[in-house]
Nanobody, 116 residues
Framework: QVQLVESGGGLVQPGGSLRLSCRASGFTFSSYSMTWYRQAPGKEREWVAGITSAGTSTNYADSVKGRFTISRDNAKNTGYLQMNSLKPEDTAVYLC?????????WGQGTQVTVSS
């Protein structure tokens, strides 16, 4: 059974940090590129960051560049999103996605709320 399970979300003050995890099972995670998206209430889903299957290349949305870092540990079948200098506008449900070979897998999301 294919699964992506996010964790690590929560409530944090502006300027704080969180580290999201995305644990994969049921498929060969190391063969898939991974992407983080987010969706705020009333807004469209937004691409946040992506990383290649081997972790050799990363890309970021301009809105998070310099503050967020995407990474992965294929030995642990887990991807990460380190989020620093968080802002209220980063508040959203964060979802991880794994894609390759015409397949697209999604997690259920984890809520991140940035508020004082």
């Amino acid at each position: 059974q294919v699964q992506l399970v996010e964790s690590g979300g929560g409530l944090v003050q502006p300027g704080g940090s969180l580290r999201l995890s995305c644990r994969a099972s049921g498929f060969t995670f190391s063969s898939y590129s991974m992407t983080w998206y987010r969706q705020a209430p009333g807004k469209e889903r937004e691409w946040v960051a992506g990383i290649t299957s081997a972790g050799t290349s990363t890309n970021y949305a301009d809105s998070v560049k310099g503050r967020f870092t995407i990474s992965r540990d294929n030995a642990k079948n887990t991807g990460y999103l380190q989020m620093n200098s968080l802002k209220p506008e980063d508040t959203a449900v964060y979802l991880c996605n794994a894609h390759a070979f015409g397949r697209n897998y999604w997690g259920q999301g984890t809520q991140v709320t940035v508020s004082s």
